[in-house]
């Protein structure tokens, strides 16, 4: 089975963007706001939303599954107060959601949350708890910025975020740490912003003794890492001076990677340097990046293309990438996987 942990519905209907660009205006005039109740999308819509996009490439492309997420740039946590935002990440959490339930073999849904810039990131927990208990949900997106680029939020390392944590814990559920739309001119949303978080996130935890407190706690950072993988020297230096342990004692049993790396030699650096068991299977496809490219011929974020021409990877450690470890990463898709004879 090939599992591609990072997902995003990107393709929802259009009455979903309509229906949030009433929201936002109706932040500045509350009468024009709109009632959720007003959002009609039925389950013709998603299937066609699907079945031409994603579910397309997949049976194309030759993957299986796919942790299924709310659109990432759409969060737009600085958007709005926490009820904006609530109203929103409960709408969209609905839709993957349905999806889930539309197409039970190809996604299983990942929850977006209601974060909020200076609001107690606690309040996002009773939709963290909705999404896991009553729809099924295997995991989170954690934005680490919700500011939209302003980086005003306290480390991951801080203590305003211990109640996720907990509830991460208790639930055994890990995070992608995924921020969302870029607010601030120096920082492109997806060329910029994205790997920008990932590398930041990465060093917010080399920098503290997070895992001391949370030794189960686990954070999967997107687009194979940011700029880690390249700079491990430097990281390995760094943690080095700060008289941290060694990386592999000090972090990799808590984080993971994922492949969203859209060319050969990234992957190929990516699975040098990083332990195999912690590079988990992802395309992010329909995303960021949905051209050809001119030198192969192929999508750029047809990844599977590069796992399978990998030279460094034996067909085990494949398997690892693919399969097996989401399945330790992501334990409540083990077991929804197992419960089907999967």
Same mark, same amino acid.
């Given at each position: 089975?090939?599992? /591609?942990? !990072? ?36 389950? /013709? ?6 079945? +031409? ?52 073999? !190809? ?50 390392? /801080?203590? @305003? ?10 639930? /055994?559920?890990?995070?992608?740490? !995924? ?16 790997? +920008? ?33 390249? !700079? ?31 060319? @050969? ?78």
């Amino acid at each position: 089975m090939i599992i /591609d942990v !990072h997902g995003h519905y990107t393709t929802a209907p259009k009455a979903l963007e309509d229906w949030r660009n009433r929201q936002i205006a109706g932040i500045k005039d509350p009468s024009v706001r709109p009632k959720v109740s007003e959002l009609k999308i039925s389950d /013709d819509e998603l299937r066609e939303s699907i079945v +031409n996009n994603q579910l397309k490439k997949m049976r194309e492309r030759g993957s299986d599954l796919t942790i299924f997420s709310p659109r990432a740039s759409f969060m737009a946590h600085h958007i709005g107060d926490f009820e904006v935002s609530s109203t929103w990440a409960a709408i969209c959490n609905e839709l993957c959601a349905r999806v889930s339930q539309l197409f039970p073999d !190809h996604f299983i849904g990942a929850a977006m949350l209601p974060q909020s810039p200076g609001v107690d990131p606690k309040t996002c927990i009773p939709e963290l708890e909705k999404c896991v208990k009553d729809y099924g949900f295997v995991g989170i997106n954690l934005n680490p910025d919700p500011s939209g680029g302003h980086w005003t939020s306290p480390p991951l390392s /801080d203590r @305003q975020w211990y109640p996720i944590y907990e509830k991460m814990v208790e639930l /055994d559920i890990p995070a992608m740490i !995924h921020v969302s739309t870029s607010c601030n001119a120096c920082f492109h949303t997806t060329g910029a912003h994205y790997l +920008n978080a990932d590398t930041t996130a990465f060093m917010q935890c080399l920098t503290s003794d997070l895992f001391k407190d949370f030794p189960t706690l686990r954070f999967l950072i997107p687009h194979g890492g940011g700029a880690v993988p390249y !700079h491990w020297g430097r990281f390995r230096g760094l943690a080095q001076e700060l008289k941290k342990p060694l990386l592999k004692d000090h972090l990799l049993h808590n984080i993971f990677f994922d492949t969203c790396v859209y060319h @050969q030699p990234g992957i190929d650096l990516l699975t040098k340097v990083i332990p195999v068991d912690n590079i988990l299977f992802a395309s992010e496809m329909i995303g960021a990046v949905r051209g050809i490219d001119p030198e192969t011929g192929f999508p750029y974020d047809d990844t599977k293309r590069y796992i399978e021409a990998s030279t460094i990877l034996s067909a085990k450690d494949k398997h690892k990438v693919y399969e097996g470890n989401a399945r330790r990463v992501f334990p409540r898709l083990d077991a929804a996987l197992k419960a089907k004879g999967k």
